[in-house]
């Protein structure tokens, strides 16, 4: 910057002005316009780095939310003061490619979320019960988050902490290279169990992060056989049922999917072509909704649907495979109907041996 604390030193030194101004008048005014490139080029990149215009866009479309308003603008003050002036003096500049986020600042708060982890796993060599780590990570992202105090508010309020937590899980997925999954695959995977607390979905960015991964990598293996829309359509918005405690009728599953019951004690789990016993209540170390949308998975790769149109014996072989070897390594989800995926494994081997004898 301090070529720019005295501007006649560019008429003098300045060999672009010299070899293509043809007046003194044609030098000023180049020295003013790249004064004003040089210093648009740093705001633009500095607003696109945090996350400024996008989330801005949004906050246009929501006027009347006073608090996203002030987020937008205390990120905005607090970080001006540290803009990287480095960046006037580089020729190319690398630009994030994650759009659609809700929150400034999104993208270093999920870099915080990231050194969090670090000191998690540190922890996690001292023999830490999981709770406690739990606690612990939640307590260092308070204290770390770039969100200083506001992120008491965003933990406070429904709407901005669905903007919060849409916005890493945006960041989760690039990170993880999940790229087949559309991000509203994932939010209802991961958002529509109303019944998980914000500690619960912070630990999938916090703590079970890998089997996060891992998870979706499942579904986005799965792709190749069954459409993103249908199981969104079919699945996830019908297997999850909530009955109130008036509604005492019996629950008969009349699908080729499983059904969650949500009463207001517990979660049953109705196999098809069932009904609801006291025999089915559900216990999941993990989010019910994530353990029957994977038993779901299941049922849907092996169903003859699937299967009619499938044209390559060895895709459907390797993407079985792929599956059943991925659910066998999670840590929280047993998926009880892993088994009939294993034995259509064994058949199709079976069927394949013959037809190549």
Same mark, same amino acid.
């Given at each position: 910057l301090n070529r720019f604390f005295d501007w006649r030193q560019d008429l003098l030194t300045n060999g672009i002005?010299?070899?293509?101004?043809?007046? !003194?008048?044609?030098? /000023?005014?180049?020295?003013?316009?790249?004064?004003?490139?040089?210093?648009?080029?740093?705001?633009?990149?500095? !607003?696109?780095?945090y996350s400024f215009i996008d989330s801005f866009l949004f906050m246009s479309k929501n006027k009347n939310n006073h608090l996203l308003n002030k987020i937008w603008f205390d990120c905005l003050i607090s970080t001006i003061k540290n803009i990287d002036l480095t960046i006037m003096n580089v020729d190319v500049i690398e630009m994030p490619l994650i759009? =659609?986020?809700?929150?400034?600042?999104?993208?270093?708060?999920?870099?915080?979320?990231?050194?969090?982890?670090?000191?998690?796993?540190?922890?996690?060599?001292?023999?830490?019960?999981?709770?406690?780590?739990?606690?612990?990570?939640?307590?260092?992202?308070?204290?770390?988050?770039?969100?200083?105090? =506001?992120?008491?508010?965003?933990?406070?309020?429904?709407?901005?902490?669905r903007y919060y937590y849409n916005d890493q899980l945006l960041l989760a997925q690039d990170e993880a290279k999940i790229y087949q999954l559309s991000s509203l695959f994932i939010k209802? /995977?991961?958002?529509?169990?109303?019944?998980?607390?914000?500690?619960?979905?912070?630990?999938? /960015?916090?703590?079970?992060?890998?089997? /996060? !991964?891992?998870?979706?990598?499942?579904?986005?293996?799965?792709?190749?056989?069954?459409?993103?829309?249908?199981?969104?359509?079919?699945? !996830? =918005?019908?297997?999850?049922?909530?009955?109130?405690?008036?509604?005492?009728?019996?629950?008969?599953?009349?699908?080729?999917f499983y059904k969650l019951v949500l009463t207001d004690e517990h979660f049953c789990l109705i196999p098809p072509k069932s009904e609801i016993s006291n025999e089915h209540i559900f216990q999941c170390e993990g989010d019910p909704f994530i353990e029957i949308?994977?038993?779901?998975?299941?049922? %849907? %790769? +092996?169903s003859p649907s699937i299967i009619d149109r499938i044209d390559n014996i060895e895709q459907l072989t390797t993407t079985y495979s792929l599956v059943a070897q991925g659910i066998l390594g999670l840590t929280?989800?047993? +998926?009880?109907?892993?088994?009939?995926?294993?034995?259509?494994?064994?058949?199709?081997?079976?069927?394949?041996?013959?037809?190549?004898?």
């Open positions: 002005l010299i070899g293509t101004c043809r007046s !003194f008048n044609d030098a /000023l005014q180049s020295i003013i316009s790249i004064y004003y490139e040089n210093y648009l080029l740093l705001l633009f990149y500095h !607003f696109e780095k759009f =659609n986020l809700h929150l400034p600042c999104a993208i270093k708060e999920y870099e915080i979320i990231r050194l969090i982890r670090q000191i998690i796993i540190q922890r996690r060599n001292d023999n830490i019960n999981e709770e406690d780590l739990m606690n612990l990570a939640i307590k260092q992202l308070r204290t770390k988050s770039i969100y200083d105090s =506001n992120i008491d508010i965003i933990f406070n309020d429904n709407d901005l902490f209802c /995977l991961l958002m529509t169990n109303q019944t998980r607390s914000i500690n619960d979905r912070l630990r999938h /960015l916090l703590i079970d992060y890998n089997e /996060l !991964f891992e998870i979706l990598r499942l579904f986005e293996i799965s792709i190749k056989l069954i459409d993103e829309n249908d199981f969104i359509n079919e699945i !996830f =918005n019908q297997q999850l049922i909530i009955l109130d405690e008036s509604d005492m009728k019996i629950i008969k599953n009349e699908s080729l949308s994977l038993m779901n998975l299941i049922e %849907l %790769l +092996v929280h989800y047993s +998926v009880n109907n892993l088994e009939k995926l294993r034995s259509f494994i064994s058949l199709i081997r079976c069927i394949t041996t013959l037809i190549s004898t």
